[in-house]
């Protein structure tokens, strides 16, 4: 059994009850308003459909192909048509219990679909890459990729994704160095790469990540110096403990 979650706005105050029509006038515009209210909730849904915007649609089976390496494919056909505009299904309709979900938004860009604006892909052992095709979800705002067994890097076509806020890919086989690519994302509040493989130096350009709060970087097998550029951030959670980092602690760590 797939479930949705459908949030419908709080609709504005009347605004013609400031008026002050006669008392019956009154209480016949209001029951008026209660009856087309109620005949508009009943047939909007069959007038107006709701579906994933074809590219994203495309862009999903990509990212299951790559992300399973050709193994059980993503269930995308049915995630956003169903009237309201936010909804919430489960990828994988076999596994139930995993973390597999995609969020997506009816109301945004005025252009008569919807767009997915959460992924979580949560311990499912994926074994794959990750994928570039992620970038297409263009309105995507967290991706939340922990605990699988993901290798290679981030791929530098990420670099576009100038909504995404929250970013998780903890507990994965990722290594090589942190792109400075990621310092494009000026968006992001929460950055986790924690429990990887990644070497080299912390990239400077993660402070030009001027919205971030939370940055996670250990246990990972990083060395160098942490970047002068983090003093710019106002993190507020900053772990980068078990890696082979030098140097003395930044003064900007006690502020």
């Not at 013609?16 to 008026?32: D, E, N, S, Y």
């Not at 860009?109 to 499912?124: A, E, F, P, R, V």
């Not at 309105?139 to 995404?164: C, F, Q, V």
């Not at 968006?187 to 993660?206: C, D, R, V, W």
Request: aromatic fraction near 8%; hydrophobic fraction near 35%.
């Amino acid at each position: 059994m797939k479930t949705y979650s459908i949030f419908f706005p709080t609709p504005a105050p009347n605004m013609f009850t400031t008026l002050q029509p006669p008392h019956g006038l009154l209480q016949f515009c209001r029951v008026m308003v209660v009856v087309i209210t109620l005949f508009s909730s009943a047939t909007f849904s069959s007038v107006i459909p709701y579906q994933l915007h074809p590219d994203e649609v495309t862009a999903l089976k990509q990212i299951g192909e790559t992300l399973t390496q050709g193994g059980q494919p993503f269930e995308v056909g049915d995630a956003c048509n169903q009237p309201g505009p936010l909804h919430d299904m489960n990828l994988f309709k076999q596994d139930l219990e995993a973390n597999s979900t995609v969020m997506c938004n009816c109301t945004l860009n005025n252009d008569g679909y919807c767009h997915i604006t959460s992924l979580y892909l949560k311990t499912l052992s994926l074994p794959g890459k990750l994928p570039p095709e992620i970038a297409n979800l263009t309105y995507l705002e967290i991706l939340d990729l922990t605990r699988n067994y993901i290798s290679g890097n981030i791929p530098e076509e990420w670099a576009s994704m100038k909504h995404l806020t929250n970013l998780s890919l903890t507990s994965n086989r990722l290594s090589g160095n942190i792109p400075g690519y990621l310092g494009s994302l000026r968006s992001l509040t929460y950055l986790s790469l924690e429990a990887n493989q990644f070497s080299g130096t912390i990239p400077s350009q993660l402070g030009d990540l001027v919205n971030l709060t939370d940055l996670i970087l250990s246990s990972n097998q990083l060395e160098g110096t942490l970047p002068k550029t983090l003093a710019k951030l106002n993190l507020t959670n900053f772990r980068a403990s078990d890696n082979n980092l030098s140097g003395r602690i930044p003064d900007f760590i006690g502020n």
